[in-house]
Structure formats: structure tokens, C-alpha cells
């Protein structure tokens, strides 16, 4: 079993739909969970961070986070074609190093 | 701040060469982190140092791959004898006490013929 795993997608959404991204993950000792924003070429960038059970809220953007599951998804609401883009989760344990899935890519269709 | 800096931004070699990638972490972070990214094998952890300390190279692939961070500021990876499997990605992160999310650079796409 992979310590973190993603659907690969791709996912499909029409422009202005919300997209939910999901990541499971093995570590039950897990406590600090992310997404990045990766666009084809570029570099992995941070767009969120959670670590307690519940919703986070930032713009458009929702993390909820179920430990009890094992569970992170990420909302993204009034999607945009400049979403487009592979969205990776990562999970840490304390102090330690990230692991993170294999991404979901996400096409927001106009 | 000019973020995480990477050079070089691409690297072709032959086989049998010998590859230094180099990183400039964000000025006060203390976390140093080198990752591979390939389509198969996703983003892996290769090596990451904490306040210029190896702590973890439990990814590095075998004894080719080496890492220092002789100073704050600058840290190297480097494949010797590269060999074409090595060609993948190779980012640089860095972060604030290893605790909360990481910065990258631009990365090293490195193709190894």
C-alpha cells in the first residue's frame, strides 16, 4: 500500500463546477496534510495546508481533513480554466519529511 | 525574496559523466530538501539536511548519489558515474524548521544519453 495515494485523473470539470480532489493515506500518526499546485513544467507550489479534523477555507479553495477516514480532499469551488493543473498531496508525520501522492491532474473545460 | 534558486535549469550529459546540480535555499529557512520527480515514480525524497546536517538519505538510490550543505546557503547533489535511469527532475526545496509546507525551485531537468 502506497503511504499516500491519489486518484491520477485526469479529472475533468466544466468551467465554473466545483472539483474535488481526494488523497488517502496510510500513516495513521500523520499530522500535518497539504496540497500543491503543479503546472506542466513548472515547479510544485503550496496553495494549502491543514491539520486539524474539519474545513478550511481559503478563496476558492476548501481542505476538509478526516483522520479518523484517512482521508484529505480539496475543494475547489467556481472552477477556472487556470486551474488546469496536476494538485499533489502530501502528508508528514511531526517533524518530518513530506510524502507526497502521485497527483490528480485536473482539466477545467471552458 | 528570490525564493529557492536552482542551477542549472537543464543538464544533457553521456553516460558515465559526472553531474553536480547545485541549490540556494530561501535566506533563513533551515530545512534543506532534494526531491526526483519521474512519471512513474512520482515525486521521491532523496535527501534532506536540517540546519546543514544530513538527517534522512534513506532515498538516495545508491552509493552515485551523494549530497553535502557545507554552509546555510548552498547545498549540491551530484551523480557520479551518471547513467541514462537518472534522468528525471531533480527539485530543491527548503522550508522553516522542517514543520509546514515546503518552497521549490524551478528545478534541474536533467537527461542523462
Known amino acids: 500500500q502506497k503511504e499516500v495515494e491519489q486518484n491520477s485523473g485526469p479529472l475533468s470539470v466544466p468551467e465554473g463546477a466545483i472539483a474535488s480532489l481526494n488523497c488517502t493515506y496510510s500513516?495513521?500518526?500523520?499530522?500535518?496534510f497539504f496540497w500543491y499546485r503543479q503546472y506542466s513544467g513548472k515547479s510544485p507550489e503550496l496553495i494549502m495546508s491543514i491539520y486539524s479534523n474539519g474545513d478550511k477555507e481559503d478563496g476558492r479553495f476548501t481542505a476538509q481533513l478526516n483522520k479518523a477516514s484517512q482521508y484529505v480532499s480539496l475543494l475547489i469551488r467556481d472552477s477556472q480554466p487556470s486551474d488546469s493543473a496536476t494538485y499533489l498531496c502530501a502528508v508528514s508525520r511531526g517533524a518530518q519529511k513530506l510524502v507526497f501522492g502521485q497527483g490528480t491532474r485536473l482539466t477545467i473545460n471552458p | 525574496d528570490a525564493g529557492v534558486i536552482q542551477s542549472p535549469r537543464h543538464e544533457v550529459t553521456e553516460m558515465g559523466q559526472e553531474v553536480t546540480l547545485r541549490c540556494k535555499p530561501i535566506s533563513g529557512h533551515n530545512s534543506l530538501f532534494w526531491y526526483r520527480q519521474t512519471m512513474m515514480r512520482g515525486l521521491e525524497l532523496l535527501i534532506y539536511f536540517n540546519n546543514n546536517v544530513p538527517i534522512d538519505d534513506s532515498g538516495m538510490p545508491e552509493d552515485r548519489f551523494s549530497a553535502k550543505m557545507p554552509n546555510a546557503s548552498f547545498s549540491t547533489l551530484k551523480i557520479q558515474p551518471s547513467e541514462p535511469r537518472d534522468s528525471a527532475v531533480y527539485f530543491c526545496?527548503?522550508?522553516?524548521?522542517?514543520?509546514?509546507?515546503?518552497?521549490f525551485g524551478s528545478g534541474t531537468r536533467l537527461t542523462v544519453v
Open positions: 500513516d495513521r500518526g500523520s499530522q500535518s
Open positions: 526545496a527548503s522550508s522553516r524548521d522542517r514543520v509546514g509546507g515546503y518552497t
